[in-house]
Structures are given as C-alpha cells and as structure tokens.
C-alpha cells in the first residue's frame, strides 16, 4: 500500500482483546496446575483402560508426556472409522487422520491414527463413557461376551467380521474398511 494506507492502523480488536484478559482471569481462578492435574488423572484413567485391550494400540509416549492427547489405533478398524463411531454412538468428538505430524506418521509407516484429547472441562465420568464406546467400537467380533454388549448397546451385528449399524442412525453401516450407507 501507499501512504498514507499504510500507516493506518484500521479498527483495533477490542473485544478480542478483552476476551483474551478474561480467559486469562479465568484460567488463574482455576490455576494451570488444577487443570494439569485433571488432564493427567483423566489420561492416566484412558490409558490404563486401553492397555487392557490387547487390540488397541496407543502411539507416542507415556502420559506424563502425552499431557491431555492419547493417540492409538485399532487393530483391523481405520481409524476414520472409529473416530465415526465414536460421533455416531455417543456425539464423542475425537481427531483422526495424522495430525499435522505427516512427517511422523510416514517415517514411522503408520497411516494415521484416532486421538482423544481431555482438558479441564472433561471428567471421569465422561472418560468412564469413553471408555464403553472404545469397548463398543473397538472390541473384536466373534465371542460370546462381546456380541452380547453390542446387542444390549443397540447395535447389531451382521457377520463375524467387523459390519456395525448403528440402530440411533440405522442407514450407517461400519464395516472394517469404510462406512457407507445402506
């Protein structure tokens, strides 16, 4: 631009500004801490839970590192569709894909992964209902215990392999390698 344009400064953003300094406000009333503590104890919950599943697989370092994320990975189910179940099954939001870290995820031949992330807000009563639909979305098909839960979930299953519908939306169908409709 020619001057004068470019010396002119246009409207401030006032209220972003005060809504920065009430955030801040906000956030010290908490204290960085407390909401360090809540991440942690909620991770910690999340990770033990998903050990326990010899079929999920958690990407990265331990917790303490990992802070508020837990990225992992199911075996024999894209990880686009288990961030779709968890939308679908119980409005959980959780990121898949590679993150932003493509370089990563090529250099270690991994196509990509589900990530959770828990911040102040989230408790463990919500972790706890995480959890049933990791076991719900994430569980292999083929015994007993596990159709049972699927059926008491209102789902059904249509073969041995992994083929989902969902009775809350019952034109989804999840299968093993993509959701389609039907």
């Not at 991440?39 to 331990?62: A, C, R």
């Not at 569709?81 to 898949?96: E, P």
């Not at 015994?143 to 073969?159: C, D, E, R």
Request: glycine content about 4%.
């Amino acid at each position: 631009l020619d001057p004068p344009e470019k010396f002119e400064a246009g409207l401030q953003n006032y209220a972003g500004a005060i809504g920065l300094a009430e955030a801040v406000r906000y956030l010290d009333k908490i204290g960085k801490d407390n909401i360090e503590k809540n991440e942690l104890k909620i991770n910690k919950f999340v990770t033990q839970e998903l050990e326990k599943m010899d079929f999920v697989k958690i990407l990265g370092p331990s917790v303490e590192k990992r802070s508020s994320l837990i990225s992992f990975n199911v075996d024999k189910i894209n990880f686009h569709d288990v961030a779709l179940m968890f939308n679908d099954m119980k409005n959980i939001m959780i990121r898949s894909g590679q993150h932003c870290v493509h370089s990563w995820f090529n250099a270690n031949n991994i196509k990509g992964s589900a990530r959770a992330s828990f911040y102040l807000y989230n408790t463990i009563e919500e972790a706890t209902v995480f959890m049933i639909i990791s076991r719900i979305s994430c569980a292999k098909i083929g015994n007993l215990s596990t159709l049972s839960f699927f059926k008491s979930a209102g789902l059904f299953i249509l073969s041995n392999n992994l083929c989902v519908i969902s009775l809350h939306r019952p034109k989804q169908l999840y299968t093993s390698n993509n959701v389609a409709s039907v």
